[in-house]
């Protein structure tokens, strides 16, 4: 499986940005992380690929929204109302594995992860 994530860059606190992440090879349930400077990596959202079944970080619930295109074997993470803090380098994970709900935000599940895509938000 390979994974390569898109559409990062700089935005106004407020903004919106969406993120694509485009796979090659089977996947059973695709994921967001970030990593802040300085801090450890995050869970952002979770979807798993045959159901549509999605999970979020209850912190980011409510502005991001993941979705999945099986045509174009793309995941994309919708951001909005953007935050300075949400400044990070976003990843795309998979794994090929259907991922219970419970195991979703576990960064140990998955096996493949993409390049990454900075995001920045600032004035």
């Known amino acids: 499986v390979q994974l390569q994530a898109s559409g990062g860059g700089w935005m106004l606190p407020g903004g919106s940005l969406r993120l694509s992440c485009t796979k090659s090879?089977?996947?059973?349930?695709m994921a967001w992380f970030r990593r802040a400077p300085g801090k450890e990596r995050e869970f952002v959202a979770a979807v798993r690929w045959g159901t549509h079944i999605t999970r979020y970080a209850n912190s980011l619930k409510g502005r991001f929204t993941i979705s999945r295109d099986g045509a174009k074997d793309t995941m994309y993470l919708q951001m909005s109302s953007l935050k300075p803090e949400d400044t990070a380098a976003y990843y795309c994970a998979a794994s090929q594995a259907s991922l219970i709900t419970g195991a979703m935000a576990d960064h140990r599940h998955y096996d493949y992860w993409g390049q990454g895509t900075l995001v920045t938000v600032s004035s």
């Open positions: 090879g089977r996947t059973g349930t």
